[in-house]
């Protein structure tokens, strides 16, 4: 773009958005900012800092000379990503509402209400790239340079329509260098603190929110061998590879399951041994445990994924590729296959070089191509690795 291009920021108050709004401020665009208002309940708690967060970006939108408008998104934030989060969980599963909120809010009731203004750009402080691939004509997701902050996977919904009409500027470096610019410039953020969890819970204890949407139904926990050693508070509340808060710490295996735990070289198997989240029945509302990081149950060489999105529009090739089951997971290599649903829509299956952990349905699987994020899937079911005992 070397023609001044109005561009539209989301300034969400933290220092990766306000250092974007900088940057195409230099390169002399015509920058405005808005807030994205996506939560309204309880937002005067201690755990919501929207207030905070809309005075910081004001103040940074103060600092660089831009405008800022406050617009409230909260009505279709409830309808579009809320809505299903509450079904998914309630149906057992653990979704990603940061990836559903990418998808219909910040790149599509954000991008509508940005080109309304007159925008022809729309940019946010996502850690990701975008490239028009030349020979093919198409626009490319493409990992940030940090590969300790990249957010494509989170970002893997995105389509042509989307990814052509949005500019990602700190994609290109590292986040020491975007305080380091927060800083030089006096930007009041600039050691503001990264938010962490679900944008609209905050910092707030997650089962405690969850328990005002989510019916309650307490139910056995078991081991591998068919002991109850507990009672769970109701399976919605309970994610694979879960290690605390099962209240079971201190029993030890038995049988067939400590000589499993002992073959695998931990000698001191027993009380002293973590309990993991590896499996949980719906219809029997059972929650299965098992004992040690590498138990066959938390290990899975196949997954299958429907729900599909890919970024071309199609999808890719049968073959060989990467993919993360999870964010901040390392890429590992698989086999992706095509999978027609009994419904009939599309899904893919992968099959692992390396059995995963803990592949957890409701989750995405996202497959790279090298540096190129392709797309991906949400998680129907996993395969666990067979149980042996040495």
């Given at each position: 773009?070397?023609h001044?291009t109005?561009?539209?920021?989301?300034?969400?108050?933290?220092?990766d958005s306000a250092?974007?709004?900088?940057?195409?401020?230099?390169q002399?665009?015509?920058?405005?900012?808005?807030?994205?208002?996506?939560?309204?309940?309880?937002?005067?708690?201690?755990?919501?800092?929207?207030?905070?967060?809309?005075?910081?970006?004001?103040?940074?939108?103060?600092?660089?000379?831009?405008?800022i408008?406050?617009?409230n998104?909260?009505?279709d934030?409830?309808?579009r990503v809320f809505?299903?989060f509450?079904?998914?969980?309630?149906?057992g599963?653990?979704?990603n509402?940061d990836?559903?909120?990418?998808?219909?809010?910040?790149?599509?009731?954000?991008?509508?209400?940005?080109?309304?203004?007159?925008?022809?750009k729309?940019?946010?402080?996502?850690?990701?790239?975008?490239?028009?691939?030349?020979?093919?004509?198409r626009?490319?997701?493409?990992?940030?340079l940090?590969?300790?902050?990249?957010q494509?996977?989170?970002?893997?919904?995105?389509?042509?329509?989307?990814?052509?009409?949005t500019?990602?500027?700190?994609?290109?470096?590292?986040?020491?260098?975007?305080?380091r610019i927060?800083?030089?410039i006096?930007?009041?953020?600039?050691?503001?603190?990264?938010?962490?969890?679900i944008?609209?819970?905050?910092?707030?204890?997650?089962?405690?929110?969850l328990n005002?949407y989510?019916?309650?139904?307490?139910?056995?926990?078991?081991?591998p061998?068919g002991?109850?050693?507990?009672?769970?508070?109701?399976?919605?509340?309970?994610?694979?590879?879960?290690?605390q808060?099962?209240?079971?710490g201190?029993l030890?295996?038995?049988?067939?399951d400590?000589?499993a735990?002992q073959a695998?070289g931990?000698?001191?198997a027993?009380?002293h041994?973590?309990?993991?989240v590896?499996?949980?029945?719906i219809p029997?509302?059972?929650?299965?445990v098992v004992?040690?990081h590498?138990h066959?149950?938390?290990?899975?060489?196949?997954?299958?994924?429907?729900?599909?999105s890919?970024c071309?529009?199609?999808?890719?090739?049968?073959?060989?590729?990467?993919?993360?089951?999870?964010?901040?997971q390392?890429?590992?290599?698989?086999?992706?296959?095509?999978l027609?649903?009994?419904?009939?829509?599309?899904?893919?299956?992968?099959?692992?070089?390396?059995?995963?952990w803990?592949?957890t349905?409701?989750?995405?699987?996202?497959?790279?191509?090298?540096?190129?994020?392709?797309?991906?899937?949400?998680?129907?079911?996993?395969?666990?690795?067979?149980?042996?005992?040495?």
């Amino acid at each position: 773009m070397s023609h001044s291009t109005r561009v539209v920021v989301g300034l969400s108050g933290g220092v990766d958005s306000a250092v974007t709004a900088h940057l195409l401020k230099q390169q002399g665009h015509d920058v405005v900012g808005i807030f994205m208002k996506n939560w309204e309940d309880d937002d005067d708690s201690e755990y919501c800092a929207s207030n905070i967060d809309f005075v910081d970006a004001a103040a940074v939108a103060d600092v660089l000379g831009i405008e800022i408008e406050h617009v409230n998104f909260a009505a279709d934030y409830k309808d579009r990503v809320f809505s299903e989060f509450v079904r998914e969980y309630q149906a057992g599963r653990t979704p990603n509402p940061d990836i559903l909120c990418n998808a219909e809010i910040k790149f599509k009731s954000f991008l509508d209400h940005a080109m309304r203004l007159g925008a022809e750009k729309i940019a946010t402080g996502h850690y990701a790239r975008v490239r028009l691939n030349t020979t093919t004509g198409r626009h490319e997701l493409l990992k940030g340079l940090d590969p300790s902050k990249d957010q494509s996977y989170f970002l893997h919904r995105l389509n042509q329509a989307q990814l052509s009409n949005t500019l990602f500027p700190v994609g290109e470096l590292n986040k020491t260098e975007v305080r380091r610019i927060a800083e030089e410039i006096g930007l009041p953020n600039a050691r503001k603190k990264d938010s962490t969890g679900i944008c609209f819970i905050g910092e707030r204890p997650f089962r405690e929110f969850l328990n005002r949407y989510i019916s309650k139904e307490p139910g056995p926990i078991k081991d591998p061998s068919g002991r109850t050693i507990g009672q769970h508070v109701g399976l919605s509340f309970y994610t694979l590879g879960q290690r605390q808060g099962l209240g079971i710490g201190g029993l030890k295996a038995k049988g067939a399951d400590m000589k499993a735990l002992q073959a695998r070289g931990l000698r001191g198997a027993g009380e002293h041994t973590p309990w993991f989240v590896a499996r949980k029945d719906i219809p029997n509302n059972t929650l299965w445990v098992v004992q040690g990081h590498e138990h066959p149950w938390l290990l899975s060489p196949q997954l299958q994924a429907t729900d599909v999105s890919w970024c071309t529009g199609e999808a890719p090739a049968p073959g060989a590729y990467a993919a993360k089951t999870r964010y901040r997971q390392t890429d590992a290599a698989c086999d992706l296959q095509a999978l027609g649903m009994p419904d009939g829509s599309r899904g893919f299956e992968l099959s692992f070089s390396d059995p995963q952990w803990a592949v957890t349905p409701g989750q995405s699987a996202v497959l790279y191509d090298g540096e190129v994020c392709l797309g991906g899937g949400v998680i129907q079911s996993a395969s666990a690795c067979p149980q042996t005992t040495g």
